[in-house]
């Protein structure tokens, strides 16, 4: 039996619910079933606890007093990889968008593989792939998040590394730390494995093999040339140490993704994926859901969603509209993520924010942190420059936009901004 908590109800935990997962949304014991809390059954109950989940929870603080097992959702990624053979996706940026090209490359190349990814493959229409674990060669596909340090739960057999731009400095304290971190991620991959890095990126001394990947360096190991937008599909040549690869498609908007793309492809060729399944597996990817996932095409109006939350994802997001569009002025609305995170970097958002035509900006969404005094969405609104920008509230920006019709539209932020996708959607398609 499966049962957990969760602080709003989503599309993904009706899912859940349908498939016989009994979740509630309120922090109360006795909405826990009860053999969950039925003493007799502790030795038989794990517990496992996300980041998201604050230190002072009515349940989490009854298990703990009680003495269950509990671990973190990294921990338990831990014990389910270790026996296998495990590919380990780590990156501030990229990192579910990265994994899940690899899943798929290895899928259509037949490999027997498991995937844990952050998002909704649209391929897939799910965020778990699942293989068989008794049969030889199980290959895993993991996210490994630097977040809480939980990638440091994993000892994969192979590892890509996407960035390490600052980001969770209210776990780190600085940029420095993190990088020390990533580091010792580097270091736990198997000495006989391999590391996928982005050329540029420093991970200081590890025993595994470093190959290097690119869009612009071309002495990386793996480079993207000649990359091209054709019908909104980016065409390109990928370089390989051995040979090179014409005209590989790729329909994910983006340079960002072709980036990816590029170190995705970099580990299913160390591993043994041949041409004709690579060329076939970029081809048929279809994204994941919030990463620039397009919701309405129409010639007046074009309607994007993506997650981005940090000011490098807002910048490439931002970046691929005008790309992907050129000349049509570009308007979106962005809700800010973590106190923290808005304070620490104000001046990013502010720059990445700037490159809109049109900004509608919400006020944070502090998923488990408490309010910080002084920090508020108002702070990134004033360093903004930009003309045209508003601060709104859910409400009114559907208002305003039944008003003043964008020529193309993005939702930003990794909060409920997504509750939005629906209405909006709505509303765009009847104009």
């Known amino acids: 039996m499966v049962a957990g908590y969760d602080r709003t109800s989503t599309p993904l935990t009706d899912t859940l619910r349908k498939e016989g997962m009994d979740i509630h949304f309120e922090d109360d014991i006795n909405r826990v079933p009860p053999s969950f809390v039925d003493l007799k059954m502790k030795d038989q109950t794990l517990v496992v606890l996300t980041p998201a989940v604050p230190p002072h929870h009515t349940e989490l603080d009854?298990?703990?007093?009680?003495?269950?097992?509990?671990?973190?959702?990294?921990?338990?990624?831990?014990?389910?990889?270790?026996?296998h053979v495990c590919y380990g996706v780590a990156g501030t940026h990229g990192k579910t968008t990265t994994s899940s090209i690899l899943a798929h490359i290895l899928n259509t190349a037949g490999h027997n593989i498991t995937a844990f990814l952050g998002g909704i493959s649209s391929n897939y229409k799910s965020n778990l792939l699942l293989g068989n674990s008794s049969k030889p060669k199980h290959e895993i596909v993991v996210e490994a998040d630097e977040y809480d340090r939980s990638f440091l739960t994993l000892f994969p057999d192979a590892a890509i590394i996407t960035s390490m731009d600052a980001d969770h400095l209210d776990i780190y304290g600085s940029q420095e730390e993190m990088h020390l971190n990533y580091k010792a991620f580097a270091s736990q991959v198997h000495p006989n494995g391999f590391i996928i890095q982005k050329s540029g990126l420093e991970l200081g001394n590890c025993q595994a093999r470093k190959i290097t990947y690119s869009i612009s360096d071309n002495h990386a190991h793996y480079v993207a040339k000649n990359i091209k937008v054709v019908n909104g599909k980016y065409i390109f040549n990928l370089v390989t140490p051995a040979y090179v690869i014409d005209g590989l498609e790729l329909g994910l908007p983006g340079r960002h993704n072709?980036?990816?793309?590029?170190?995705?492809?970099?580990?299913?060729?160390?591993?043994?994926?041949?041409?004709?399944?690579?060329?076939?597996?970029?081809?048929?990817?279809?994204?994941?859901?919030?990463?620039?996932?397009?919701?309405?095409?129409?010639?007046?109006?074009?309607?994007?969603?993506?997650?981005?939350?940090?000011?490098?994802?807002?910048?490439?997001?931002?970046?691929?509209?005008?790309?992907?569009?050129?000349?049509?002025?570009?308007?979106?609305?962005?809700?800010?993520?973590?106190?923290?995170?808005?304070?620490?970097?104000v001046d990013g958002f502010a720059e990445s924010l700037s490159l809109l035509d049109t900004l509608y900006l919400m006020e944070i969404y502090p998923a488990r942190e408490l309010p910080?005094?002084?920090?508020?969405?108002?702070?990134?609104?004033?360093?903004?420059?930009?003309?045209?920008?508003?601060?709104?509230?859910?409400?009114?920006?559907?208002?305003?936009?039944?008003?003043?019709?964008?020529?193309?539209?993005?939702?930003?932020?990794?909060?409920?901004?997504?509750?939005?996708?629906?209405?909006?959607?709505?509303?765009?398609?009847?104009?």
């Not at 703990?64 to 014990?79: H, M, W």
């Not at 109006?301 to 570009?330: M, N, Q, T």
């Not at 305003?400 to 509303?427: C, M, W, Y």
């Open 62 to 83: 009854f298990f703990k007093n009680k003495e269950y097992q509990i671990a973190k959702r990294s921990q338990v990624l831990g014990f389910i990889t270790e026996p």
């Open 258 to 345: 072709v980036e990816n793309a590029v170190a995705a492809s970099a580990l299913a060729i160390e591993q043994g994926v041949d041409m004709v399944s690579l060329k076939e597996a970029l081809k048929s990817y279809a994204g994941v859901q919030r990463r620039f996932e397009y919701h309405v095409r129409k010639e007046n109006v074009i309607y994007v969603d993506d997650y981005a939350h940090h000011p490098e994802e807002l910048k490439a997001a931002i970046l691929s509209a005008r790309e992907l569009h050129p000349g049509k002025k570009i308007a979106a609305a962005f809700q800010p993520h973590l106190f923290t995170r808005t304070r620490d970097f």
């Open 372 to 431: 910080i005094s002084g920090i508020d969405s108002g702070i990134i609104f004033e360093k903004v420059t930009i003309q045209d920008k508003h601060r709104v509230t859910k409400e009114e920006l559907i208002a305003h936009l039944r008003k003043n019709t964008p020529q193309v539209f993005l939702t930003l932020g990794a909060g409920d901004i997504d509750q939005l996708v629906e209405p909006l959607k709505s509303l765009f398609e009847t104009i």
